[in-house]
């Protein structure tokens, strides 16, 4: 007997949705794993079972380490979107900018820092193919560089007050003082930009 026409699509998109959720659940797995245990302690095993699939259906989804780390990223910034620096760029005054950074900054890492701490941690195990992938780290690396457009310094100046930035930004940094030293975000925010300013400031002195 023929199946007909509509009860066939029916049958294909529902095992086309089934493929989609399996390799969704599949990501979500591994991202988890990425966040607690780290990504060069995952396992293709660990992931397999968190997601309650077989290693057969795990490699049909994900044939190499590659093709799960870009669908790994690829969540990641859709879960997690870092700030948007373009938005600081509007506030002329560097004072200014840097407080509105670091707020929206530790916002961020209060909801995902924890786990980008792990990863950062696990980089120098990664192959050059995998940090080769733009992800968050390497966003959020790069918004010391929006502050320090907003000082018009040079020389040693400006080297000691980018060096402050970066470590303002880092999200070691926050689990430092926010995770560790349970201070408040804005505690840390005040204590931060009064580091930059006097690195600004210092740095013209020599």
Same mark, same amino acid.
């Given at each position: 007997m023929e199946i007909p026409e509509i009860a066939r699509k029916y049958v294909l998109n529902r095992r086309a949705e089934r493929q989609d959720e399996t390799r969704e659940r599949i990501?979500?797995?591994?991202?988890?794993? *990425?966040?607690?245990?780290?990504?060069a302690h995952t396992t293709d095993v660990a992931i397999a079972e968190s997601a309650g699939v077989t290693r057969r259906t795990f490699y049909? *989804?994900?044939?190499?380490?590659?093709s799960l780390f870009r669908a790994c990223?690829? *969540?990641?910034?859709?879960?997690?979107?870092?700030?948007?620096?373009?938005k600081w760029r509007r506030v002329a005054d560097p004072k200014g900018r840097l407080r509105l950074a670091l707020r929206e900054l530790y916002g961020y890492y209060r909801d995902s820092g924890a786990g980008l701490v792990v990863i950062m941690r696990d980089r120098?195990?990664?192959?050059?193919?995998?940090?080769?992938?733009?992800?968050?780290?390497?966003?959020?690396?790069q918004m010391a560089g929006v502050l320090l457009e907003?000082?018009?310094?040079?020389?040693?100046?400006?080297?000691?007050?980018?060096a402050a930035l970066v470590h303002a930004t880092a999200v070691t940094t926050w689990q430092s003082l926010v995770g560790q030293q349970s201070l408040?975000?804005?505690?840390?925010v005040s204590m931060l930009t009064g580091m930059v300013l006097a690195a600004a400031n210092n740095g013209s002195r020599h």
């Open positions: 990501v979500e797995a591994a991202v988890a794993l *990425h966040h607690t245990m780290g990504p049909r *989804h994900f044939p190499d380490e590659l990223t690829r *969540h990641s910034f859709e879960k997690w979107p870092p700030p948007d620096p373009d120098p195990l990664m192959g050059p193919e995998l940090l080769a992938l733009p992800g968050r780290a390497d966003r959020l690396r907003a000082w018009k310094t040079r020389g040693r100046r400006r080297h000691v007050l980018k408040t975000d804005e505690e840390a």
